[in-house]
């Protein structure tokens, strides 16, 4: 069993960042969890806000937050349950969303091993006097956001939806990123697939492939969620908060477009690149299939000469032997000069 003291540790361990906002102005940043509860208590007396920011919370520490906040069992166990689908839902006055963020990894060359794409969760609890940010996973990209956005009070004083507007508008921008960075590894291994001599093994386009299915899984479920915040019938934001958010999901649909176009065009380029192979197949097939006829023929003209019956036409011609290997060199190389005609050497 826990001791107070150690929950607190433990709730202090998971805090990145807490403050209490007031007409947008960080007015109180507490020291420790124990402060939630009263920075939650001021904030609906004063009208304003609480952004908590917690990063792999444990259970107790979590615990100690819905207590708090006052938030459903069923999303503390959405928390704890670390693989989630991408989901909306609302409890109450309180919205629950749950995002797949992705971080791309910057490399010199793709290979058939590169992990360039790797994902984390994001989980947004947005009250009327509080947003809470649970990460789990390095997203480094929305580290730097709460100091971005603390010097701009104006927007700010939204309230919690500002908040959530702000961390889908700047994941927005790290989608839009990672796809433009995956279309020029595209665009790099297609133009190697089609260069003359250039080797590009069959793993190294479906390991491509991977890291894009890997970002879409994060990309294409927020669709409905993003429609739903976006949509007039949703009451919670404000009317201009309506709009960003409304320019979030245009970002959005433009970024899946994109994702969408660049998976039919790895498919594609698998597809050549195995049509490739299939023809480099069939033309050492047909180079085999050629040296084996010009190998038969000289066969066949040895082996009629071979045989040494006595009657055999000019078998006692002086010039017989190099009469009979000029006429399979002469009967070789018209086969070759054939064979080179028709394309199959």
Not at 7 to 19: E, F, K, L, S, W
Not at 121 to 129: D, E, K, N, Q, T
Not at 136 to 149: F, I, K, R
Not at 260 to 288: C, F, G, K, P, S
Request: proline content about 4%.
């Amino acid at each position: 069993m826990h001791s107070p003291a150690g929950r607190r540790r433990a709730d202090h361990t998971a805090i990145v960042g807490c403050d209490l906002f007031v007409d947008g102005i960080a007015v109180e940043s507490p020291g420790s969890a124990a402060d939630l509860a009263h920075l939650h208590e001021r904030a609906r007396e004063q009208g304003g806000f609480v952004w908590l920011d917690l990063h792999e919370p444990t259970e107790a520490a979590l615990t100690r937050v819905a207590e708090v906040f006052d938030l459903h069992p069923l999303t503390v166990e959405d928390v704890l349950h670390r693989e989630q689908r991408v989901k909306f839902e609302r409890y109450d006055d309180v919205v629950f969303l749950v995002i797949r963020a992705a971080h791309y990894a910057e490399h010199e060359r793709f290979t058939a091993t590169s992990e360039i794409v790797s994902t984390g969760f994001l989980r947004l609890f947005a009250g009327p006097h509080f947003v809470i940010v649970v990460r789990q996973g390095t997203l480094t990209e929305l580290s730097a956001l709460q100091p971005e956005l603390t010097p701009t009070p104006k927007k700010l004083a939204a309230g919690p939806w500002s908040v959530v507007h702000a961390i889908l508008d700047r994941l927005m921008d790290v989608y839009a990123d990672i796809v433009e960075a995956l279309r020029t590894d595209a665009d790099l291994t297609e133009a190697a697939v089609f260069t003359p001599g250039e080797n590009v093994a069959i793993e190294q386009i479906y390991q491509l492939k991977r890291q894009l299915m890997k970002f879409k899984a994060a990309v294409l479920p927020l669709h409905r969620p993003l429609a739903t915040l976006a949509g007039r019938s949703f009451a919670g934001p404000s009317k201009d908060i309506h709009r960003y958010l409304r320019d979030v999901a245009g970002r959005h649909t433009a970024v899946m477009e994109e994702v969408v176009a660049l998976d039919e065009v790895l498919n594609a380029l698998l597809q050549a690149r195995l049509t490739q192979l299939t023809v480099d197949q069939n033309n050492d097939m047909r180079r085999i299939a050629s040296w084996a006829a010009i190998a038969a023929l000289i066969t066949t003209i040895a082996g009629v000469y071979g045989m040494n019956f006595t009657h055999m036409p000019e078998l006692g011609w002086r010039y017989g032997y190099p009469s009979v290997a000029l006429l399979m060199l002469v009967s070789a190389s018209g086969l070759y000069w054939v064979l080179r005609r028709a394309g199959w050497l």
